[in-house]
C-alpha cells in the first residue's frame, strides 16, 4: 500500500485501516510530527485553557523514548512546550517558524524579511483593528499573529475577516489563511509547516538514517504538511467529518489519535 496522499474528501479512518497501516509502520524506522491543539488535546474556544491529558503525555513520554517526536504547533515554541511538558521532544512553533533546539543546526532565519518587531507591531494594528469586536481573542506570537473568534457573533464575523485582510493587503511581509474559527497572520515567505517538517525531517535522517514520517494535525496549516509529505509518509487529518483533504488517513478526534498512538507503541514495544 502507498502511504502518499492525494487530495480526497473522504480519507479512510485509521481504525478502517489498522492492518494497512500496521504493516507500513511494522518494518520502518519512524518519525512522529504531531500537531497540538485538535489533535493532542481538544480545540478550545479560549486556547490558553487547552491542557494535555496526563495519559496523552504518558504516550508522549513512551514514544520519545523509542522514535523521534516533534511537536508542530501554531502556537509560540515557549508555550506548547509548556504545554506538553517534555524535554526530549523537538518543538516547532508559529507554524514552523519558531525552531529552537540546542540539538539541531542553526535553523531558517527571516530577519532579512521581516523582523520579530514587525510581527508584534503588525500584531498590534490588527488587535486595534478588531479588539473591540466582542469575543475577539488576537494572540500576537513571535512570528506569526491569531485572531480567533469561536465566541465572536455570526453578525459580525465578516467585518471581523475584512478588517483583517485590509491590513494583510495593505502589507506585503505579511500573507493570511483561515482554519478553524481562527484567521492565521505569518511572514509572507516561502516557509510554512511543510517547509519546516521537510527541513527537521532531512536533519533527522542525516543523523539517524532513514525514516518512515507520520504527520498528526487538524487544521488548514498542517494541509501543507500533508502535502509535503506526499508519497513520502503516512498522514493523518483529525477531523470528525469528511472533508477535502491532503491526508491520506483520518482520525475522527483526539481519543482516536490517542487510540491510533497506542498502537504504534505496541508495535515499537515488540521489535
Known amino acids: 500500500m502507498n502511504p502518499g496522499s492525494k487530495k480526497m474528501t473522504s480519507?479512510?479512518?485509521?481504525?478502517?485501516?489498522?492492518?494497512?497501516?500496521?504493516?507500513?509502520?511494522?518494518?520502518s524506522r519512524i518519525v512522529l510530527f504531531l500537531d497540538f491543539d485538535g489533535t493532542l488535546t481538544s480545540v478550545h474556544d479560549r486556547p490558553e485553557l487547552a491542557q494535555l491529558s496526563r495519559s496523552m503525555r504518558s504516550r508522549l513520554c513512551r514514544l520519545a523514548s523509542s522514535v523521534t517526536v516533534a511537536i508542530v504547533s501554531g502556537r509560540d515554541r515557549?508555550?506548547?512546550?509548556?504545554?506538553?511538558?517534555?524535554?526530549?521532544?523537538?518543538?516547532?512553533?508559529?507554524?514552523?517558524?519558531?525552531?529552537?533546539?540546542?540539538?539541531?543546526?542553526?535553523?531558517?532565519?527571516?530577519a532579512h524579511y521581516v523582523t520579530a518587531g514587525e510581527v508584534k507591531g503588525f500584531g498590534e494594528a490588527i488587535r486595534d483593528a478588531v479588539?473591540?469586536?466582542?469575543?475577539?481573542?488576537?494572540?500576537?506570537?513571535?512570528?506569526?499573529?491569531?485572531?480567533h473568534y469561536r465566541e465572536v457573533a455570526p453578525g459580525d464575523i465578516d467585518h471581523l475577516e475584512s478588517s483583517i485582510m485590509k491590513l494583510v493587503d495593505s502589507c506585503s511581509k505579511f500573507r493570511a489563511r483561515k482554519g478553524?474559527?481562527?484567521?492565521?497572520?505569518?511572514?509572507?515567505?516561502?516557509?510554512?509547516?511543510?517547509?519546516?517538517?521537510?527541513?527537521l525531517l532531512n536533519i533527522f535522517e542525516e543523523r539517524d538514517g532513514p525514516a518512515?514520517?507520520?504527520?498528526?494535525?487538524?487544521?488548514?496549516?498542517?494541509?501543507?504538511?500533508?502535502?509535503?509529505?506526499?508519497g513520502l509518509g503516512i498522514t493523518i487529518l483529525v477531523s470528525g467529518r469528511d472533508k477535502e483533504t491532503e491526508a491520506s488517513f483520518r482520525a475522527k478526534d483526539p481519543e482516536e489519535v490517542g487510540w491510533f498512538l497506542d498502537r504504534v507503541l505496541k508495535l515499537l514495544e515488540t521489535r
Request: with cysteine; aromatic share 8%.
Open 11 to 27: 480519507p479512510p479512518l485509521v481504525k478502517e485501516t489498522w492492518s494497512d497501516l500496521r504493516e507500513l509502520i511494522s518494518g
Open 212 to 230: 518512515l514520517p507520520i504527520y498528526i494535525g487538524d487544521d488548514i496549516t498542517d494541509e501543507d504538511a500533508f502535502r509535503t509529505l506526499s
Open 131 to 147: 479588539g473591540s469586536v466582542s469575543g475577539t481573542i488576537v494572540k500576537v506570537k513571535t512570528w506569526a499573529v491569531a485572531v
Open 78 to 110: 515557549d508555550d506548547v512546550a509548556e504545554k506538553v511538558g517534555l524535554e526530549n521532544l523537538t518543538y516547532a512553533g508559529c507554524h514552523g517558524f519558531d525552531i529552537e533546539d540546542p540539538n539541531l543546526p542553526p535553523v531558517p532565519k527571516f
Open 180 to 199: 478553524k474559527k481562527v484567521i492565521e497572520v505569518t511572514p509572507d515567505v516561502d516557509w510554512d509547516k511543510g517547509r519546516a517538517v521537510a527541513w
